[in-house]
């Protein structure tokens, strides 16, 4: 980060009383800076009593905030997040897809609703994810952490090329353990906090108890797809992703999901065997987005879950915006609704993203 490249730059944060948003006010503080600090508040809906947002958060935020010298405003995005975030998770999970909120919440709410209602004044809006941006050729791409474990390059390649434009992530060439370390080193109120867990801005609660309140339950048969005998019921086929493995509540495990039958509501599942169905090494992609421009994608790296791992692949191009991913091994658990997102071959430079395409 380059004290000289955002010195006359207006400065957002967006401060979630979290130890990574916490150091990065420290690194802007320690450069002489003293840029406003945002606190996105997602609340429950009208009438709701779920508690989707901590005091904690807020108090976090507000003592870090205060400790160097930055001014904090509450943001008020709970209409946005449950009107598109949401509604996007139902119908997807609905449609039997394996949708990824976070990825949404990036692109509609941190760098989206936030721009509209409070961030449009600032050149920059700077947040505490595990990533880095290198200007190549005149232009701004996104590129990875060296923190295989903790980068979010995959939970950002969504945003808009103009949002990528405006963002700054200064804690991003840090590995996590410094991070912590410098907190710790500071002094800062959350420096021994948690991370938190599961889906961005839920808190405490549970992502099926979340789909639930939505979609509610609609039991069906789980199947031995081996066998093709019945041996247990699900509460809901939305509940469930291929390639799961836990909290499947079955006996005699361990036990796969490899196949979902919306039309029948049957869950399909195996275990010591796993059809070819299961693993996949070509899969379809669409409507690719690509975060800087769009590039001539041959030889790449890529991932479909939140992984340290990459796998290699071909890719071929079938129509604008369309692809096969032809992967150099077998992948386990390639769902529908999920994020492609793809890298060049030193995993590097992230390219941007796709939802696997349904199978007919």
């Known amino acids: 980060m380059n004290i000289n490249e955002i010195k006359d730059q207006r400065i957002a944060i967006l401060l979630s009383g979290g130890v990574d948003s916490s150091v990065v006010v420290y690194e802007l503080a320690r450069l002489g800076l003293h840029p406003d600090c945002f606190y996105i508040k997602i609340g429950p809906e009208e009438d709701e009593q779920w508690d989707c947002s901590s005091e904690e958060d807020l108090e976090m935020?507000?003592?870090?905030?205060?400790?160097?010298?930055?001014?904090?405003?509450?943001?008020?995005?709970?209409?946005?997040?449950?009107?598109?975030?949401?509604?996007?998770?139902?119908e997807k999970v609905k449609a039997g897809f394996t949708p990824n909120p976070d990825v949404m919440c990036n692109r509609l709410i941190k760098f989206g609703a936030f721009d509209e209602k409070a961030g449009h004044d600032y050149d920059l809006i700077?947040?505490?994810?595990?990533?880095?941006?290198?200007?190549?050729?005149?232009?701004?791409?996104?590129?990875?952490?060296?923190?295989?474990?903790?980068?979010?390059t995959d939970f950002l390649a969504q945003i808009y090329d103009w949002q990528l434009r405006k963002a700054l992530f200064?804690?991003?060439?840090?590995?996590?353990?410094?991070?912590?370390?410098?907190?710790?080193?500071?002094?800062?109120?959350?420096?021994?906090?948690?991370?938190?867990?599961?889906?961005?801005?839920?808190?405490?609660?549970?992502?099926?108890?979340?789909?639930?309140?939505?979609?509610?339950?609609?039991?069906?048969?789980?199947?031995?797809?081996?066998?093709?005998?019945?041996?247990?019921?699900?509460?809901?086929?939305?509940?469930?992703?291929?390639?799961?493995?836990?909290?499947?509540?079955?006996?005699?495990?361990?036990?796969?999901?490899?196949?979902?039958?919306?039309?029948?509501n049957i869950l399909y599942v195996t275990k010591g065997y796993e059809p070819v169905s299961a693993w996949q090494k070509d899969f379809a992609i669409h409507d690719f987005h690509f975060l800087t421009e769009e590039v001539e994608m041959t030889d790449v790296t890529f991932k479909?879950?939140?992984?340290?791992?990459?796998?290699?692949?071909?890719?071929?191009?079938?129509?604008?915006?369309?692809?096969?991913?032809?992967?150099?091994?077998?992948?386990?658990?390639?769902?529908?609704?999920?994020?492609?997102?793809?890298?060049?071959?030193?995993?590097?430079?992230?390219?941007?993203?796709?939802?696997?395409?349904?199978?007919?």
Request: hydrophobic letters at 30%.
């Open 304 to 360: 479909i879950r939140h992984t340290p791992d990459y796998c290699e692949a071909r890719m071929e191009k079938t129509g604008p915006g369309s692809y096969l991913v032809h992967a150099d091994r077998l992948i386990q658990g390639v769902a529908p609704g999920q994020f492609c997102v793809v890298y060049d071959r030193d995993f590097h430079r992230c390219f941007g993203s796709a939802e696997i395409t349904v199978e007919n």
């Open 126 to 152: 700077a947040t505490g994810h595990y990533a880095q941006t290198e200007w190549i050729d005149g232009k701004k791409w996104l590129t990875t952490s060296p923190d295989p474990v903790k980068d979010q």
């Open 170 to 264: 200064p804690i991003g060439h840090y590995r996590k353990e410094e991070v912590r370390a410098i907190a710790e080193r500071e002094h800062l109120v959350n420096a021994r906090r948690r991370d938190s867990q599961g889906i961005c801005f839920l808190g405490k609660i549970n992502y099926n108890d979340y789909i639930r309140r939505y979609l509610g339950e609609n039991p069906g048969d789980v199947v031995d797809i081996e066998t093709g005998k019945c041996i247990g019921r699900h509460k809901g086929l939305w509940f469930h992703t291929i390639g799961q493995r836990k909290g499947l509540g079955l006996g005699g495990g361990p036990w796969n999901v490899v196949k979902k039958d919306m039309e029948a």
């Open 61 to 90: 935020a507000t003592a870090v905030a205060k400790r160097y010298g930055c001014h904090l405003e509450v943001v008020d995005c709970h209409k946005e997040y449950w009107d598109q975030v949401t509604r996007y998770t139902m």
